[in-house]
């Protein structure tokens, strides 16, 4: 299902039911769903992206404008289910296919639906969504996956680059600024890769590999890059804030107020990041070199696996049953 909201009043606006379908396999029991991509928007359109079920194209009064399904069953690693969000960069949509079988890269007119290009990649399962970056005078889409990231060209879908030295598991999405890429992965074998953009082929073992690191990655949760500062967050509640072109850490596995778990990924505001934990807690750091929290604010038996959104002022939390709007 498709589901709108004022966001002023939190009034349901209009709802969706994009697909009736039986489950080829499972989820994860307490961290997923059958829909656990995020959509993406712009001003025009609303895209939902299910996966194995397809992707579909609505306006923002919840008209379908087209719908696709790619006649895939994916087979995740462990029956985790899926969960990669797509990137939107202007009439352009790319999904990411990274499963246990045959995975895939693919590019869609974002108006029409109509497949401009479609990339193999080897199996193996990961959760990272692409992102579009401009390198040079022409657009690469970033990849990170299981043991290894990749740039592609946007407009014909082949690969540019590619880097090993990633481990399994890839979820966080990737972050770029000033030509540098940063991979990351915090399950078995964990790393991160700090990669110059502009080169071609294999970079493994390169000057192009500018740093790495393997202490305080995120498993789950998305880094947040500010002033040429990176922050990660890990899944059991410590926070690393690091120099984006040196890798020398600020700070390294900080420990937050009490012990807490994330999955959701911090979000950078006003010089300060909101983490919203699976504890009801919302804790306020402030970004700097130094370590120091500002707040932290409870909603009482609430968990939050969902990323906070942050617009004109106010915080937009999902909860497992809830929808709030914090001004």
């Given at each position: 299902?498709?589901?709108?909201?004022?966001?002023?009043?939190?009034?349901?606006?209009w709802?969706?039911v994009?697909?009736?379908?039986?489950p080829?396999?499972?989820?994860?029991?307490?961290?997923?769903s059958?829909?656990?991509?995020?959509?993406?928007?712009?001003a025009?359109h609303?895209?939902?992206?299910?996966?194995?079920?397809?992707?579909?194209?609505?306006?923002?009064?919840?008209r379908?404008v087209?719908e696709?399904d790619?006649?895939?069953?994916?087979?995740?690693?462990?029956?985790f289910?899926?969960?990669?969000?797509?990137a939107?960069?202007?009439?352009?949509l790319?999904?990411?296919?990274?499963h246990?079988?045959?995975?895939?890269?693919?590019?869609?007119?974002?108006?029409?639906?109509?497949?401009?290009?479609?990339?193999?990649?080897?199996?193996?399962?990961?959760?990272?969504?692409?992102?579009?970056?401009?390198v040079?005078?022409?657009?690469?889409?970033?990849?990170?996956?299981?043991?290894?990231?990749?740039?592609?060209?946007?407009?014909n879908?082949?690969?540019?680059?590619?880097?090993?030295?990633?481990?399994?598991n890839?979820?966080?999405?990737?972050?770029?600024?000033?030509?540098?890429a940063?991979?990351?992965?915090?399950y078995?074998?964990?790393?991160?890769?700090?990669?110059?953009?502009g080169?071609?082929?294999?970079?493994?073992?390169?000057?192009?590999?500018?740093?790495?690191n393997?202490?305080?990655?995120?498993?789950?949760p998305?880094?947040?890059?500010?002033?040429?500062?990176?922050?990660?967050l890990?899944?059991?509640g410590?926070?690393?804030?690091?120099?984006?072109?040196?890798?020398?850490?600020?700070?390294l596995?900080?420990?937050?107020?009490?012990?807490?778990?994330?999955?959701?990924?911090?979000?950078?505001?006003?010089?300060?990041?909101?983490?919203?934990?699976?504890?009801?807690?919302?804790?306020?750091?402030?970004?700097?070199?130094?370590f120091?929290v500002?707040?932290?604010?409870?909603l009482?038996?609430q968990?939050?696996?969902a990323?906070?959104?942050?617009l004109?002022g106010?915080?937009?939390?999902?909860?497992?049953?809830?929808?709030?709007?914090?001004?």
């Open positions: 299902m498709v589901l709108a909201y004022e966001r002023k009043t939190g009034k349901l606006l709802e969706k994009a697909r009736v379908a039986t080829h396999e499972g989820h994860h029991a307490q961290y997923g059958f829909a656990s991509n995020s959509p993406v928007a712009d025009s609303v895209i939902a992206f299910f996966g194995s079920r397809g992707v579909y194209c609505y306006t923002h009064d919840g379908l087209w696709k790619f006649g895939v069953k994916m087979e995740m690693l462990r029956s289910g899926e969960g990669v969000a797509p939107l960069d202007g009439n352009t790319v999904l990411l296919f990274d246990e079988r045959d995975s895939f890269l693919v590019a869609l007119d974002k108006d029409t639906g109509r497949e401009l290009w479609r990339t193999p990649r080897p199996p193996g399962t990961s959760w990272a969504g692409p992102l579009v970056t401009t040079g005078a022409r657009k690469q889409v970033i990849v990170s996956a299981t043991k290894f990231a990749a740039g592609y060209d946007v407009e879908g082949k690969l540019v680059w590619q880097a090993k030295g990633l481990g399994r890839t979820i966080p999405t990737p972050v770029v600024s000033d030509g540098i940063v991979v990351m992965s915090g078995q074998q964990p790393n991160l890769l700090a990669i110059r953009l080169g071609e082929g294999d970079l493994t073992g390169t000057d192009a590999i500018l740093w790495q393997q202490r305080g990655n995120s498993y789950t998305s880094p947040v890059l500010d002033d040429g500062k990176f922050y990660a890990t899944d059991n410590t926070l690393s804030c690091f120099d984006f072109k040196t890798g020398r850490p600020h700070y596995q900080e420990r937050l107020p009490k012990t807490y778990s994330f999955k959701s990924s911090p979000v950078g505001v006003n010089g300060k990041l909101y983490m919203a934990s699976e504890n009801g807690d919302v804790i306020v750091v402030r970004m700097g070199e130094k120091e500002l707040a932290t604010n409870t009482a038996d968990m939050f696996i990323t906070p959104a942050i004109d106010e915080i937009y939390l999902r909860g497992q049953n809830t929808l709030f709007c914090i001004r």
